[in-house]
T-cell receptor
Framework: AQSVTQLDSQVPVFEEAPVELRCNYS??????LFWYVQYPNQGLQLLLK??????LVKGINGFEAEFNKSQTSFHLRKPSVHISDTAEYFC?????????????FGQGTILTVHP | EAGVAQSPRYKIIEKRQSVAFWCNPISGHATLYWYQQILGQGPKLLIQ????????DSQLPKDRFSAERLKGVDSTLKIQPAKLEDSAVYLC???????????FGQGTRLTVV
């Protein structure tokens, strides 16, 4: 079984400042890792995913994440945030084999960008 | 390309009543998922379909929840009877042949009073 821990429930930041949202996972098998964003009263939108290959993954809206296997982490970063980045962010993991395609989510991190 | 469609967007019912949600996945997506997202938590998988067959329903409370996917396309999720703790957003997602990327609908927000 897999589990995901998002280390911060809320992250306030000022506009144009950098931000990091932290995610740790546990799994006994190789995993696929994802970050999703959820705006109020909306569904989940995929920001980026790690399936294999380069450990630095770039996504939409200027976000990137780095897969660190030794630390079992997949932290999300953006060098300069905008007001429009205010949303809730979810880290998720999917394992291969019979669990392929099923997502286990973290509790979410609410990012609030202040002017 | 049209996304995952869900209806209704909002539903308010009294406890012990029944309710049904509908989902139309992206065309050609063989795999369909229903997730439950309780306020303040991440989504939790309820059931996974591959075409019209159930792959995993281990997290579905089968005494009150049921789901079907006729003809391998649309799906309905039903709750009967509803409890207060069923208040949540119900998200439908689809993917290509269990592919790791799932596309989500906007969800149905259920309030049980």
């Amino acid at each position: 079984a897999q589990s995901v821990t998002q280390l911060d429930s809320q992250v306030p930041v000022f506009e144009e400042a950098p931000v990091e949202l932290r995610c740790n996972y546990s799994s006994s098998v190789s995993v696929y890792l994802f970050w999703y964003v959820q705006y109020p009263n909306q569904g989940l939108q995929l920001l980026l995913k790690y399936l294999s290959g380069s450990t630095l993954v770039k996504g939409i809206n200027g976000f990137e994440a780095e897969f660190n296997k030794s630390q079992t982490s997949f932290h999300l970063r953006k060098p300069s945030v905008h007001i429009s980045d205010t949303a809730e962010y979810f880290c998720a993991v999917s394992a291969g084999g019979t669990s392929y395609g099923k997502l286990t989510f973290g509790q979410g991190t609410i990012l609030t960008v202040h002017p | 390309e049209a996304g995952v469609a869900q209806s209704p967007r909002y539903k308010i019912i009294e406890k012990r009543q029944s309710v049904a949600f509908w989902c139309n996945p992206i065309s050609g997506h063989a795999t369909l998922y229903w997730y439950q997202q309780i306020l303040g938590q991440g989504p939790k998988l309820l059931i996974q379909f591959q075409n019209n067959g159930v792959v995993d329903d281990s997290q579905l409370p089968k005494d009150r929840f049921s789901a079907e996917r006729l003809k391998g396309v649309d799906s309905t999720l039903k709750i009967q009877p509803a409890k207060l703790e069923d208040s949540a957003v119900y998200l439908c997602a689809s993917s290509l042949n269990r592919g790791p990327e799932a596309f989500f609908g906007q969800g149905t927000r259920l309030t049980v009073v």
